[in-house]
């Protein structure tokens, strides 16, 4: 049977499935594909006067002046080093909290506790940036309110770069904690009984069978959430940047990414040519590293390789 016919009669059998499979095929070309035509842009000086395809064509012009200028080491080291952060440590606290709660034998605590930590998902970016406003405000702020209340000098955390690395990646792990901590607590839910029963009668405590039973039985899905989260390791998370950030341009250095970047070239420099040039990067980068990742896994081990 010829590769033709074998597709025409696939698609014979399972036409109800194809069907289904339709809208989702629609939307991917749609938002995905479609798109991408405006790769173009990375090499174009775009000229808001001439049409959208008749733009002065600069070649890797663009390219050069993002990496001559710095800005894409930068942009690339941000981005990298706060994703990397988010992954190690959302994966290690989350893996910690859930063998804590799984330990905990008051059904309505554990329900209690899972719900309080699974809580933050749901507050939006918006009421986050309102509630750091509140609290690190230089005049009215609660940190410096009570600063002053004990005669000390106020603290301008909006004009100190550095102190925002350690407090977006508290506030992105507070954020997101929860919700890793359900996915790795339903596998731990799934791992057998009799293995627990088994290491008890060997005489093992507590933290033996955490470390020699749980800890290693959550090492198929770390390693699937860190294959998930290395796909977009090149896109940070806007929302919380910019949200938090905003246009204060003098934490840039210390807390500028790549799709804040993107957003900024496009809203306040209307610079789409760099503003494309850096989202192409920002794309081939992380599908280079998203391979190079996968196949380094499937070599160790087959089965926990993406594809």
């Not at 933050?120 to 702020?141: H, Q, R, T, W």
């Amino acid at each position: 049977m010829t590769p033709r016919r074998g597709l025409l009669r696939e698609l014979s059998v399972n036409r109800i499935m194809f069907l289904m499979l339709l809208p989702v095929v629609v939307f991917f070309i749609i938002n995905a594909y479609i798109p991408m035509v405006g790769i173009y842009y990375a090499f174009t000086k775009f000229d808001f006067n001439r049409s959208l395809f008749n733009s002065e064509f600069v070649g890797m012009e663009n390219f050069k002046f993002l990496w001559n200028s710095g800005i894409l080491a930068k942009l690339t080291v941000n981005t990298l080093g706060y994703n990397a952060a988010f992954i190690l440590f959302g994966n290690v606290l989350a893996i910690f909290c859930a063998i804590l709660l799984s330990e905990i034998r008051l059904k309505w605590f554990k329900k209690l506790t899972q719900s309080i930590m699974f809580l933050p998902y749901f507050i939006s970016f918006v009421i986050l940036s309102v509630v750091v406003y509140n609290l690190f405000n230089y005049d009215s702020g609660f940190l410096n309110t009570m600063l002053k209340a004990f005669h000390m000098n106020p603290v301008d955390v909006y004009n100190t770069p550095w102190v925002w690395v350690p407090l977006i990646i508290i506030f992105y792990l507070w954020k997101n904690l929860g919700y890793n901590m359900v996915i790795y607590l339903a596998a731990i839910t799934g791992i057998s009984e009799e293995y627990y029963e088994a290491s008890k009668i060997d005489g093992a405590n507590i933290f033996h069978r955490v470390w020699y039973i749980t800890v290693p039985m959550l090492k198929n899905t770390f390693v699937v959430l860190l294959l998930f989260a290395l796909g977009s390791i090149m896109k940070g998370q806007f929302d919380l940047f910019y949200q938090l950030i905003g246009n204060n341009g003098v934490l840039y250095n210390a807390t500028d990414i790549l799709d804040t970047y993107v957003y900024r070239s496009l809203k306040v420099t209307f610079d789409i040519g760099l503003a494309t040039s850096a989202g192409l990067y920002q794309s081939l980068f992380g599908f280079i590293l998203v391979m190079t990742v996968n196949t380094i896994i499937r070599k160790i081990n087959d089965e926990y390789a993406l594809f």
